[in-house]
């Protein structure tokens, strides 16, 4: 039998338990860190390595990975997952985008449109945003929670550890079943989002990016701070942990990404699977009457 999961260790590793202020994780590559031509070539072998791995994964057919990314707009998710991911095969890897939840999903617990989602045995599933939005968006903007109809609550205090509590127990649920998960915070700093929107503005080619409410979010930034800390510090444990990676160097982020990818995929000893005598024998068997053909 295989030892349980253990999250990678990092400089970027959040505190199961919590304790730590937002403000202290960095939004900057450490210094030395190498100039960008060197981390995208880095990058390239990193990619291969993970493509290699998650060919284990799905052979082995054992487990299941749930990589969760959450940031604010501009961080640059999208092509964090499309420059890390993008050697994998299609066929184990499945990446689920959430936006504002539908009717259909209003009618459900926070929880079930993702859990449609969540990836099968041997693959690999990404969530673009999660169910973390129910802790994060709808509590920078609590009169969302007018169309979930939920149940009377003493304070919103009282719903968000609720929510926490579920979430936690969500997320032990699927790593005792056989889920490894990560999550990222890809976390820039203010003045790193406003200069990534104007160039959305001033370049015409980037404008489909920018959307109007984004300058409305903004103005939200210190509550989402808060709830970023919040949250980080109530479902931050061993079996899920939170990493908090510094992304106004988007170079740096995606390398950051890719190594706890493949450190946590090598820890799970990742083997194909191996013939018995019998199985042996047969496809020697088969082997013989092709080559006598």
Not at 119 to 145: D, M, T
Not at 187 to 205: D, G, Y
Not at 223 to 231: H, I, K, S
Request: aromatic share 10%.
């Amino acid at each position: 039998m295989k030892p349980p999961f253990k999250a990678p260790k990092s400089p970027y590793l959040a505190p199961f338990r919590g304790g730590r202020k937002h403000s202290s994780y960095a939004t900057r590559p450490p210094k030395g860190t190498p100039k960008k031509r060197v981390l995208k070539q880095e990058l390239s072998g990193l990619c291969d390595q993970i493509d290699d791995l998650q060919r284990r994964l799905y052979a082995e057919d054992e487990y299941a990975v749930l990589l969760v990314f959450q940031a604010l707009d501009a961080a640059g998710k999208d092509g964090t997952i499309r420059a890390v991911f993008n050697r994998v095969d299609p066929n184990g890897i499945h990446v689920s985008s959430f936006k504002a939840p539908t009717h259909e999903e209003l009618e459900h617990d926070f929880l079930w449109r993702t859990a449609k989602c969540l990836p099968r045995r041997g693959s690999i599933g990404i969530f673009n945003r999660s169910y973390y939005e129910e802790v994060l968006v709808v509590r920078a903007h609590p009169e969302y929670l007018g169309a979930q109809r939920l149940p009377p609550c003493e304070s919103l205090e009282e719903l968000w550890q609720k929510r926490y509590r579920a979430i936690r127990e969500h997320e032990r649920h699927l790593a005792e079943s056989g889920t490894v998960i990560l999550k990222f915070w890809l976390k820039h700093s203010r003045e790193e989002q406003r200069q990534r929107f104007l160039a959305r503005l001033t370049e015409p080619e980037k404008h489909w990016k920018f959307d109007v409410g984004d300058i409305t979010e903004r103005g939200h930034w210190d509550d989402y701070m808060a709830a970023f800390e919040d949250m980080i510090g109530a479902t931050s444990r061993a079996w899920a942990p939170w990493y908090v990676i510094p992304a106004d160097s988007k170079p740096f982020m995606r390398i950051a990404v890719a190594r706890l990818v493949i450190e946590a995929l090598e820890s799970m000893d990742l083997r194909y699977p191996q013939s018995d005598d019998a199985r042996r024998a047969k496809l020697k068997e088969m082997q013989r009457l092709l080559e006598s053909e």
